[in-house]
């Protein structure tokens, strides 16, 4: 009776694994359709450190920023606003990563960063560098169009030890306020990363201070290709799962306000998009920063 009743168990635990699916009540599919070993990338405004910031200043908060890295096990994560004092902070509570990147205000430590962080254990930097979102890309501390502020793009060409590829990555932070200085720098964007690739894949992360249904949204992504340049396709319509969380990144430190969707994680056709969210974590009713963390977990495409 013992070998029946552990037979039938048997049975059934196999019958389940196989049947198992996922929300949608279809058939799992594998998290990827080759032997590659995905990547979760997240993009995240962390906040400069503003003293008049009170309770959600960044000495309380520094520790909850670092565990979104840890406990959401990030591998490549593209930071905004971030100032050295910050960054070095974070090496102390992220002993695990690296970055790089240089200051928007002179090309070395003076003002926000838009950092590239990476395990090390997982990727090597062949090469890095950063750009200017302006009409002189390659002079520090230039401010492009409109723009109230310089702003920046920092880029790394990397190998990913896990699969044995180079990809390339960029992070950014556009203007708050121009209006033309948002378009042009999309268009930047597209054309520098095109000129940079080679044939690299390539994975573009930041804050747009813009939606989906705004222009320069448009200019980066699901535009009709310009020739001769990628194109980039946004994780939250374009993963293999579907996207999780909330549908906006903006929580000015109070509550989520509904579409306001500015943070993105973007890849060209080199990657596959497996799943990809927006987390709304909150500790003792406080957010880690005013902008919630987009996360992507992808693949190479081939």
């Not at 000129?195 to 989906?212: F, H, Q, S």
């Not at 993963?239 to 000015?252: D, F, I, V």
């Amino acid at each position: 009776m013992r070998t029946s009743i552990n037979t039938l168990l048997l049975f059934a635990l196999v019958v389940s694994f196989f049947a198992r699916g996922d929300s949608s009540g279809q058939a799992a599919e594998p998290f990827a359709q080759n032997d590659a070993t995905p990547m979760r990338l997240m993009s995240f405004n962390i906040r400069f450190d503003n003293p008049n910031d009170g309770p959600d200043a960044w000495p309380h908060r520094k520790d909850f920023v670092a565990g979104m890295f840890r406990f959401h096990q990030v591998d490549l994560g593209g930071t905004q606003e971030g100032l050295f004092h910050q960054l070095e902070e974070l090496d102390a509570l992220l002993p695990e990563f690296a970055w790089v990147g240089v200051g928007r205000d002179d090309g070395e430590r003076g003002g926000e960063f838009c950092a590239i962080y990476y395990r090390t254990d997982r990727f090597e930097v062949i090469e890095h560098g950063t750009f200017w979102l302006s009409e002189t890309p390659d002079e520090p501390g230039s401010r492009g169009w409109d723009a109230a502020l310089p702003r920046i793009v920092t880029w790394a060409r990397l190998s990913d030890l896990a699969n044995d590829r180079r990809f390339i990555v960029f992070n950014t932070h556009f203007d708050h306020r121009g209006r033309e200085a948002r378009l042009e720098s999309a268009r930047l964007i597209r054309s520098k990363a095109t000129e940079l690739a080679g044939d690299d894949p390539v994975i573009v992360m930041g804050d747009l201070n813009t939606t989906d249904s705004d222009e320069p949204y448009r200019a980066l992504a699901e535009a009709d290709a310009v020739p001769d340049q990628i194109r980039l396709y946004d994780g939250f319509y374009h993963s293999r799962h579907g996207h999780h969380g909330p549908t906006s990144t903006w929580n000015g430190f109070r509550e989520i306000v509904p579409d306001r969707r500015i943070d993105f994680i973007l890849a060209d056709p080199g990657f596959t998009f497996i799943q990809h969210g927006i987390l709304a974590d909150i500790r003792d009713g406080r957010f880690p920063s005013d902008h919630l963390p987009v996360v992507a977990d992808v693949t190479f495409a081939q």
